[in-house]
């Protein structure tokens, strides 16, 4: 009688199910003596897999981005205005100079067209003056600065006293070298200063440095007449100055003061205000105080 199909495939499945078990006694047996390694079966079972990843080194560590190079820092050579012949020579090296155009004791470095100017006797007597200025910031590759002792002013006080800082006597404050303060809050100072930016930027050149656009912070300040607002009063006047040269194109940058971190800071400059403006500039003993902003050191004026 010839076996049921059910019977011959039992058969077969119990011989399998045998089988597997033998070749898997015989693996662990063989694990256990150490002939095979788990490990290196399960290994070789990912090569087969996956043989490109398999073949990379553990130890091979991800790409690292290439660092980009650090911009140098600007740096800026003190010209002269009688020596503007020489400004290509002097700027060998340099990225720039940088001009006087108007003095702490307030006399300008060109030609004004500001009446108040001229009233004071501020701006410069030389015809020529401002023809020259306009030739040499038309010089191809030279990048040049015109620096503006902004609230510093000895002329304009000396002209209108109700203008100035003043002491708690009533007289006006000087500092400890002798120079005299504008009053940042007063319409007429305020008018003055951003008129003569207007003008050295109409000249043609690529930035207008304010050094001494803060309320000083050298001298007999303890003597200074009550000055309420510092901070607010300095940020008035450099916002309706930047806006007055937005259709210019040329740079306003200004001179950081090492204080202007502290809580009101007796200059009235605060982080907010450095962070408005295009570059920071820094005398040597207040570069490392400014650090944040990446400050250019002033050029030593000869």
């Known amino acids: 009688m010839k076996e049921p199909l059910s019977a011959r495939l039992g058969r077969v499945l119990l011989a399998l199910v045998c089988a597997a078990g033998a070749a898997a006694g015989g693996f662990l047996l063989l694990c256990g003596v150490g002939v095979v390694s788990p490990g290196e079966v399960s290994q070789q079972v990912a090569a087969w897999l996956a043989p490109a990843e398999a073949a990379a080194p553990a130890s091979a560590a991800p790409a ?8 140098e820092p600007f740096q800026g050579v003190f010209l002269p205005l009688e020596d503007l012949d020489r400004a290509t020579e002097l700027a060998a090296g340099k990225d720039g100079v940088v001009l006087p155009m108007k003095d702490p004791d307030g006399s300008l470095g060109y030609v004004s067209a500001v009446a108040l100017a001229a009233d004071v006797g501020a701006s410069s007597g030389d015809p020529d ?17 015109a620096q503006v002792s902004c609230l510093r002013d000895g002329a304009l006080v ?3 006293p109700d203008l100035g800082l003043h002491r708690v006597s009533g007289a006006p404050w000087r500092d400890e070298a002798g120079h005299t303060w504008l009053d ?34 050298q001298g007999e300040t303890d003597t200074l007449r009550d000055t309420a607002e510092r901070e607010a009063a300095l940020a008035t006047f450099c916002r309706r100055l930047q806006g007055a040269l937005a259709d210019f194109d040329v740079t306003l940058s200004l001179q950081g003061q090492g204080d202007w971190g502290e809580a009101d800071a007796p200059s009235g400059q605060t982080t907010g205000l450095l962070a408005t403006f295009g570059r920071v500039w820094a005398a040597e003993a207040d570069q490392a105080a400014l650090a944040a902003f990446d400050p250019v050191l002033l050029p030593e004026q000869p």
Do not use: K, M, W
């Open 129 to 145: 003056r401002n023809e020259a200025l306009r030739s040499l910031n038309d010089t191809p590759g030279l990048y040049t600065v």
């Open 64 to 71: 690292q981005p290439v660092p980009a190079e650090e911009e």
């Open 158 to 160: 000396a002209a209108e």
């Open 184 to 217: 940042p809050t007063q319409e007429t100072v305020q008018t003055y200063l951003i008129g003569l930016c207007r003008e050295l930027a109409d000249l043609g050149f690529d930035e207008i440095l304010l050094t001494h656009c803060a309320y000083p912070t």
